[in-house]
């Protein structure tokens, strides 16, 4: 596995605010720079499956692969390779920290690193930052 990226930010929003964020994949383009839009196919689950439009990109499907009451991890399967964004929350009762960890597993992983690698490691902390603004306004 390659890591690509890592962001990390704290807040006063709590985790299930994080989560209702997640979890509104329509509303994913207002925090998330790459995203053109989103969607989920059924209830926010583990196992469950949704398309995403990055910016300049094709469509492409994804998978829920883990989702607990502190992490949200979903992949996208490219050619030879998978895409994963590992999102965690961890509180101390007044504060929430968030982060968000991009990789990249599979045999061609180095070929997509290098390809999509550098946009999204440049973006990841001001999506982060834009997450946290966004969880901060909701009421949870």
């Known amino acids: 596995m390659t890591q690509i990226a890592e962001a990390t930010a704290t807040s006063t929003a709590t985790p299930a605010a994080f989560f209702a964020k997640w979890a509104d994949m329509g509303t994913w383009q207002e925090w998330n720079s790459d995203t ?17 439009k990055p910016k300049g990109g094709p469509k492409t499907k994804f998978v829920v692969t883990k989702l607990t009451d502190t992490e949200f991890i979903d992949s996208s399967k490219l050619i030879g390779a998978r895409l994963i964004f590992a999102h ?37 902390q001001a999506d982060v930052d834009a997450l946290v603004a966004a969880a901060e306004a909701v009421l949870v």
């Open 88 to 124: 965690h929350v961890v509180t101390d009762g007044e504060r929430t920290t968030v982060t968000v960890r991009i990789s990249m597993e599979g045999p061609l992983r180095a070929l997509w690193t290098k390809i999509l690698g550098g946009d999204l490691a440049a973006s990841v």
């Open 36 to 52: 053109e839009w989103a969607k989920l196919d059924g209830p926010f689950e583990q196992g469950a499956t949704g398309v995403i």
